[in-house]
């Protein structure tokens, strides 16, 4: 393509090569919902691997993110780490940052297609409707609209929707009528209805018409019918103040090549209102959105671009092929206009392009419109394209010029004022333009105008307005100043204002230094207060201090400014670091000595801990503040001292106070003060003791107080302990301080609740100490178990009224041990018989038995046993003894056991067993204690008894021990259970269960012995005919003795004939089987057993052919089926009449290669069922039989159902070539047709066939046998048909190379390029062949089909076969500039071409290539060296090409180019041109240069100059001197040539005092007096009068002075009168003010007092406002809340007042 293109295409990245599978690129599996993330799910290849996606984020797409998901889809967050999941109907968002699932619902409805529409918010469209998802919330799904019954076909590919949301529309597509249809649904949100459109492709766009402010919506869309293809423009929403917008149709072309190509993408550019429109073959169609002009078409990829997205950087749109290749296109910025021009000659369009995204390449076309309008008088209109030129072309200082120079119209505004209200209206204006605009309304005192402009930023800030804005106000010109950047004026502004908080923030933000020093100097002197404000935003400054905190401390105290000091140190030092303890020290002293509360203040908050202690203790205690003199000793002997007067601190300071103090400090001081006054200190003592009494060690704490025999405050202590302390000698020393204290409540309450005190101690104490009342005694004796001990002291003691009060009131339960002591003691009968009659129930039986019982003593508690009965008492531990007494008196003992149910069976048997083994067996029997009643049984051989228990009991687990071989008594058992206990027995459940124990024991031989007299003895017929014991006693035969199954089986007939034969043929007793299954008339199971089993063939064959009924014939043909004797199987399946298992004989007559006999078999089968393969099996037995006549028959006949292809097929693949000819032509199968026919070497009739299969795979196959048979006619019909297919066409082209037919290849493509079918495939790969074996045509024929053949493949055949002029032409027609040129230079004898090298060289991509091509001129074509160089301009580097000259020597051939280049203004470009020149002595041209340009190294450059020989030379180095700021080197330069009037125009630009008296000096040394005069006249603002004066003076040349002072005079004259005027009216405004004040009632806004200043609102950045009445006052300052966002609002209401500043005229003072 000849010209730049307009586009910029780039391949980012292919997914394949991150590891992505190839088989998962594509519409289903991949989705992309921005330019940020793709996302692909990857289906698992096996059952065993796990499906999962890939993430590729954009901005690092070489780690690729893998999660195994099993979704159905998924689709990521246009720009966050967040996926949204589809599985089936369930929907999940998850924050794959956080891990942490989002949100999650289930549909109604399966979701068919869902997209990310914005940042917040998923749609969904089912086949019913469409959806939106919140992501915000916890809301559901909301049902936004119905589907359109015209989408109810289509497969959704799309949802778009306008910016707001108002808009939204479906795409979907459909096979219809041949053809891919597409539908949309258009809906609009706001009036709720809906419209079918046909269309492929849609989006939404924005666009401000001429005249508007706010943009209209437009909606986009291409469809493609059968007869035509468009796309439409139209608008869907305006606001109110904008015009119409036209309605746009205009025509999509598609190739013929691509019939079938549709859109699929559409993308409109917000950034350059471009449409994109991309079709399925890879086209892309470029459109302007207002005009809807076709841009550029062209083809980006060979491969369906099935997903694309806006590219946000670019403003262009990114897509994905299906090779997996990651496609950028947008728009070439640098091109576009130009091609608009050069390509399209669309003028109109290229400005408009232009104007409206700032684009390059249209500036003359600007120039000249705005010319044209300027000089016919339209103001208005050219200010308008001045406006809007790109880059800002025209608005330039000459253009402003150019307006101010026209005249004023009558009755309306100058020009120069439309100009800037059209700028104005544009946007904002630049420096120049802003500086303009200022002047006028500055002159006019339109103050407000620029506060307007300003705050909506249409002004462009320079230094040169700040300076004009100061003169006005310094608000606003701070507010320029910042925008603008000039921080030492930004910084002396917020210092003149008194803004000093405000200059460190801005100095840190933009990294500017100032004299930090001089600043705060100067403030110290003026404002203290503000001064130790700004110091400390400077010591705490972020990035470390700007000034020395111990200088800034220093300066303060020498001012006596305490207080300031104080703030800024606390400020400073609030980080409390090491090293800074000298300055927390020096704090701290200066206010102990000067300020004692305030230090009092600062040490109550704890903010410092590095100063030295000693120091600061000590000066505490002389300022009277003893508690912070505590907190800084440490030595012991200060403490005491200090705290001799505890009177003095809070108690509970001391109490904290002892927490710093070690054990035995605190011990020791404690000791001192109840040493010292213990009734006054002895409850700071005991708090002290009770709050650290972990860290005292009670026993210490204990002997401490009893030192001092303070039992008071131990008890008062240990109170305090006690309750939470473990410690046994804690409660131990409690409870006798309490005793000792009388605290007697507190005593019995310890003894009752304490568990930790020493129980024994406790009670010897107590025991001593012979309290009146003995219930803490008796409290500690019941607690810890001394009640023998405790009935004895009180029993001796005659206290017998608290033993009875203990067993009444205190503890009845202890009662048995209370009598068994005092029967131990010989108290009196009576006396125990009457306590126990006292206490009645309360008394525990069982422990009273024992206790009676151990002392033989029973039946001392009768009266009271009987006494319980009568009360209807049912305790067991009382009926036990009763019992006992009862068999120790031998009165009806075995009564008494069977009728009485309250007793323990257990205690009163193990009682019984010695005494009696009889009764015990009743004990046991009642309470059904088997383990007991077997041991009793088993030692006293009661196994009568035993047997009948067992039977009666049915007891399982019973009788698993019973009949457990451990039991050395189980025959005698089991003898007595099948004599006696079982014949007395009728119930059938104790029979069931005996027999089931002895069938659990696994004791079949006795089972059987059991059984046999139960269900042989016909005289029992309630159990002989049962069957479950017939079944039973076969089934034990079974298991334990096979000789009794036989015998058991003919004698017995109520047994299931079927389970028991299923269970004999498990134990492997077949005959016995075949007997059961014979005798009950089984015939299917007894040949099973024949068959199975026996496995006797032979025998099974006679017991069918005697039986003769199917079921056993199926059975047997089924056996030797399965026995592999095919033949015998399909006679009895014959016999049968059974095809029921035709898939197996099929299968082994195939195996067996009996074909034969399974035709038999088939014959019948088919007529009985019609089953398809049953007959293609017969028809493929009949081909295989070779009973072709048969088959074509038994195929023709009607209703024949057999898989002819299938057959066909295997005819085939066996060779069967013939029979597989009959059966696809049976069925008109030409392709198969046609591969059997070239088998039979029936070529002709295989092309014919072919023909009418028209199969690419037939083609194929017959072309290749065509080929290997030289039939090379019929190849070439063949062929034909293949070439024009792309996939097919290097197959082909293999096929004839490979067996070395070239010519026939050429000439079948170059037959193929004249099809209607032609693709560029076909014309590249005859290309390649031209190129391998008949070069001469090559050339002529890429020059006639370059824009049809795939030009890289071409080149890449001529590359390799040294074809170097076809390569430069491929490369030049393929926009390969850089290939092109590398061919060039690589070959030059046979391709170079200097026009065409010089039409190349500009478009080469990498510049390397163009300076190599430098190198190559130089070398090879010198003279044509300017011409490329001119051609390289736009693109070069020009520094690099200068560098590059100069190496190689030939800087002079270049100096045309170093002219054409050097209004860019390029140093190098400039040093070299000035070298030339001064080479050249051309001072003219090299004054010009230097004016024009000044872009060099002016220092050396000077330098070179000065000692040139050429006087010219050496000036041009004085005025580069001058221009550099240099202006005492330009002087002494002018001097030495003695160019006097250069030197004194030098020294009046300077501005410098030291240069202009210097010279003033040398005029006077060399007795200039003229120019002595003309220096005083030149540079009047800069000489000092007394200077000036002197020199006139010392040099007796006063006249020539005179006129200068007389001006001087009259200058300063004029100074002091308007100074003093100014004075006196601010005197006056003083009085006033002070009298308006004293009138005014509110105390508070008395002078010097604080205002109320308030902040700037919260929305807006910038500072917040200063100001006061009168003077430097106090004041509140702040910042807005984004800080220094810019100075777009005032600063307070007045101002700082006063008269210090800078004067109006005089510099800075104070007046």
Known sequence: MAGQMPIKLQEVLQLPNLGINPASIGFAFLTMESDRYIVVREQAATPEQKSQIAIVDMLNPSNVVRRPITADSAIQHPTQNIIALKSGNQLQIFNLDQKAKLK?????????????????????????????????????????????????????????????????????????????????????????????????????????????????????????????????????????????????????????????????????????????????????HLFDLESGTLIFRNRISS???????????????????????????????????????????????????????????????????????????????????????????????????????????????????????????????????????????????????????????????????????????????????????????????????????????????FSFNPDWKTLLNNLVNVNPDAAASFAANLVTAQGGPLVDLNAVVDTFMRKGMISQTTSLLLEALKENKPQDAALQTKLLEMNLISQPKVADAILANNMFTHYDKARIGTLCEKAGLAQRALEHYSDINDIKRVLTNTQAFQPEYLVNYFSRLSAEDSLEVLKNLLRLNIRQNLQIVVQVCSKYSEQLVPARVVELFETFKSYDGLFFYLGSQVNTSEDPVVHNKYIEAAA?????????????????????????????????????????????????????????????RYIEAYVQKINPVNTPIVVGTL???????????????????????????????????????????????????????????????????????????????????????????????????????????????????????????QARYLIQRQDPELWAKVLSEENEFRRQVIDQVAQTALPETKNPEEVSTTVRAFMTADLPNELIELLQKIVLDTRNTEFSENKDLQNLLILTAIKADTSKVMDYIKRL????????????????????????????????????????????????SEFADRIGTPDVYTKLGKAQLDANQVKQAINSFLK????????????????????????????????????????????????????????????????????????????YAEGLYQAAKILFNSISNYGKLASALVRLGEYQEAVDSANKANSTRTWKEVIVACVDAKEFRLAQMAGLHLVVLPDELEEVVRVYENRGHFSELIQLLEQGITTEGAHAGLYTELAGLYSKYKEEKLMDFIKAQHNRINIPKVANYAQLNSQWPELVFLHTHYDEWDEALLVMLNHPAESFDHPLFK?????????????????????????????????????????????????????????????????????????????????????????????????????????????????EFRRIAAYIYKSNAKYQQSVELSKQDKLYKDAIQTAAESKRQDVAEGLLEYFVQQGLKEAFAATLYTCYDTIRPDVALEFAWKNNIIDFAFPFLIQVFREYINKVDALYKDHEKSKKDEEKKANEVTNFSQPEMFLGNTLQIGYLPQDQGGYGGYGQQQGYGQQQQGFGQQGYGGYDAGYGQQGFGGQQGFGGQGGFGTF
């Open 1136 to 1211: 049968a009449d059974n095809h029921e298992f035709y898939h197996e004989v099929i299968y082994a007559a195939n195996n067996a290669q009996n074909f034969e006999d399974l035709v038999r078999f088939l014959e019948m089968a088919v007529k009985k069922i019609k089953e398809p393969q049953i007959e293609s099996e017969l028809a493929y037995a009949y081909c295989k039989t070779d009973k072709l006549a048969e088959l074509e028959t038994f195929i023709s006949t009607p209703g024949c159902t057999a898989n002819v292809l299938d057959t066909g097929d295997r005819c």
């Open 303 to 509: 491969d369906t671009i099935f997903v694309t997205v806006p590219h946000n950087a670019t403003g262009g749109i990114m897509g994905v092929d299906k090779k997996g290749r990651v496609l950028l296109l947008a728009v070439d910025e640098a091109n576009l206009v130009p091609y608009i021009c050069n390509s399209l000659n669309n003028y109109e369009l290229a400005i408009k392009l232009a104007a409206r995204n700032n684009l390059p390449g249209a500036e003359d076309l600007f120039v000249n419109q705005f010319n044209r309008l300027f000089q016919s008088g339209q103001i208005k209109e050219a200010a308008k394209v001045a406006a809007e030129s790109p880059q800002g072309i025209l608005r330039t200082p000459k253009t402003i010029q150019m307006f101010q120079q026209l005249p004023q119209q009558p009755g309306q505004p100058a020009p120069i004022l439309q100009y800037f209200g059209v700028l104005l209206e544009k946007g904002k204006l630049n420096a120049a333009e802003s500086l303009e605009l200022a002047r006028p309304v500055v002159q006019q005192g339109r103050k407000e105008l620029l506060e307007k402009w300003l705050s909506e930023d249409k002004l462009g800030c320079s230094d040169e307005l700040g300076e004009l804005m100061r003169t006005v106000d310094p608000k606003l010109a701070l507010t320029v100043f910042y925008r603008a950047g000039t921080h030492p004026k930004v910084v002396l502004l917020f210092a003149e204002t008194g803004q000093y908080d405000k200059i460190v923030p801005y100095c840190q933000k």
């Open 104 to 284: 999650a619902t289930n549909t109604s409805e399966p979701v068919v297609y869902w997209r990310w529409i914005s940042n917040s918010m998923i749609a969904l469209v089912t086949a019913t409707a469409a959806f939106h998802w919140s992501l915000e919330g916890t809301s559901e799904p909301v049902k936004v609209f119905d589907r359109h019954q015209s989408l109810a076909d289509c497969q959704i590919i799309n949802y778009k929707t306008d910016d707001e949301q108002k808009w939204l529309c479906v795409v979907g597509i459909a096979q219809r009528e041949g053809r891919i249809a597409g539908a949309m649904q258009l809906y609009s949100v706001e009036k709720k209805v809906s419209q079918a459109i046909e269309g492929h492709a849609c989006s939404f766009g924005s666009y401000v018409m001429d005249g508007a402010t706010k943009p209209s919506t437009l909606f986009s869309f291409a469809k493609k019918t059968a007869t035509e293809a468009k796309l439409y423009i139209i608008e869907v929403a305006r606001p109110d103040d904008s015009p119409a917008f036209q309605k746009k149709a205009v025509d999509v072309y598609f190739p013929p090549e691509a019939a079938q190509d549709f859109p699929v993408a559409m993308q409109v550019s917000a950034k350059h209102n471009i449409v994109y429109l991309v079709t399925k073959f890879g086209y892309v």
């Open 823 to 945: 029967i131990d003691v010989g108290c009196a009968e009576d006396y125990i018989k009457n306590l126990l009659m006292s206490v009645r129930s309360l008394c525990p039986a069982d422990t009273l038995v024992d206790a009676v019982e151990k002392r033989n003593k029973m039946k001392l508690i009768l009266p009271w046993l009987e006494s319980r009965v009568a009360e209807g008492s049912q305790e067991t531990d009382l009926h036990n003894a009763l019992a006992k007494i009862c068999i120790d008196s031998n009165k009806q003992p075995e009564q008494f056991l069977n009728d009485n149910p309250y007793y323990d069976p257990r205690v009163v048997g193990k009682y019984c067993e010695k005494r009696d083994p009889y009764l015990a067996f009743v004990a046991y029997k009642r309470g059904m204690c088997n383990d007991e009643l077997l041991a009793v049984t088993n030692k006293n051989s009661l196994f009568k008894h």
């Open 1399 to 1511: 039409e190349v060289v500009p478009k080469v991509h990498n510049t390397d290539i163009a300076y190599r091509s430098i190198q190559f001129y130089l070398s090879e074509q010198p003279n044509l060296i300017n011409d490329l160089l001119t051609a390289l301009i736009p693109r070069a580097d020009h520094t690099r090409v200068v560098g590059l000259v100069r190496n190689m020597n030939h800087l002079p051939m270049i100096k045309p180019y170093l002219l054409a280049v050097q209004d860019k203004n390029v140093q190098a470009v400039n040093d070299a041109l000035n070298e030339l020149l001064i080479e050249e002595q051309d001072f003219e041209a090299l004054r010009a240069s230097v004016d024009a340009h000044d872009n060099f190294d002016k220092i050396a450059l000077a330098q070179q100059l000065e000692k040139h020989e050429l006087l």
């Open 1053 to 1100: 007939d109520k047994y299931d004939a079927s389970d028991i034969a299923t269970i004999a043929i498990q134990a492997e007793l077949f005959e016995e089987a075949f007997a059961i299954y014979n005798k009950f008339k089984l015939n299917a199971e007894a040949t099973d057993v024949l068959i199975v089993h026996l496995r006797n063939l032979d025998r099974a």
């Open 740 to 800: 000792k204290t009388g605290q007697f409540r507190e005593v019995e309450r310890m003894v009752r609740e304490s568990k930790k005190y020493d129980a024994a101690k406790i009670k010897e104490f107590l025991k001593e100490a012979k309290l009146a009342d003995q219930l803490p005694f008796i409290i500690v004796c019941d607690l810890h178990g001394f009640v023998d001990d405790m009935t004895k002291f009180l029993y001796k003691n005659n206290m017998t």
